[in-house]
């Protein structure tokens, strides 16, 4: 819907309704309050300790609030999934329909890495997009050339030119066979020398 000229834009009716608002609030903070006892519980049973045990619940839960708070689709997914998962687990091991397995564990220990990368991805895209851009400040023009000095003549050329003398001695190992000697390449100062 366009604004006409003259018109304020349309209020966001999430804004505005105090109802929606706090819908949205006691549907949050009730439904992290049932799966995060279940989470706990879940985790105690695999055998962490009460402080480490509550990680599992704030871990997904905080995810699960990122993840509804920025609205990625796939986030909201996979948070709600992870979650799922969490309560299928602890809800099955406290009805006796499955057991402590290997497995479980597994599942079980990847789902707090798995929501500690996509919380970090989420708080940092958002950042990204939120973020302005500094001003860029242009580069000074160049608009005078200074002339670059030749480089120093290589020790082989001076030598070569004064012919100081006619013998060049070289410093070879007793035990090198005739023919196979190369000179060095810190030897040679450039190209045909």
Excluded at 78 to 89: G, I, R
Excluded at 106 to 130: C, K, N
Aim: with cysteine; charged share 15%; proline share 10%.
């Amino acid at each position: 819907m366009q604004n006409l000229p003259g018109h304020a834009p349309a209020p966001d009716p999430l804004a505005v309704d105090p109802t929606r608002t706090w819908l949205r609030r006691l549907s949050l903070a009730s439904g992290i309050a049932f799966t995060a006892t279940a989470e706990y519980e879940l985790a105690r049973r695999l055998g962490a300790r009460a402080p480490i045990a509550v990680m599992l619940p704030l871990s997904l839960d905080c995810y699960v609030i990122a993840a509804l708070r920025w609205f990625k689709a796939l986030d909201v997914c996979l948070s709600l999934a992870l979650m799922s998962a969490a309560q299928v687990a602890a809800h099955a091991l406290e009805a006796g329909v499955i057991a402590v397995t290997f497995n479980l564990v597994v599942v079980v220990s990847l789902l707090v890495p798995v929501a500690l990368w996509r919380t970090h991805a989420l708080a940092r895209s958002e950042a990204t997009v939120t973020t302005p851009e500094a001003p860029r400040t242009p580069a000074p023009v160049v608009t005078e050339v200074t002339a670059v000095p030749d480089p120093l003549p290589c020790a082989w050329d001076a030598y070569a030119t004064t012919r100081a003398t006619n013998k060049v001695t070289t410093s070879l190992p007793a035990s090198t066979p005739p023919g196979r000697w190369s000179p060095s390449p810190l030897l040679s100062c450039g190209e045909g020398h």
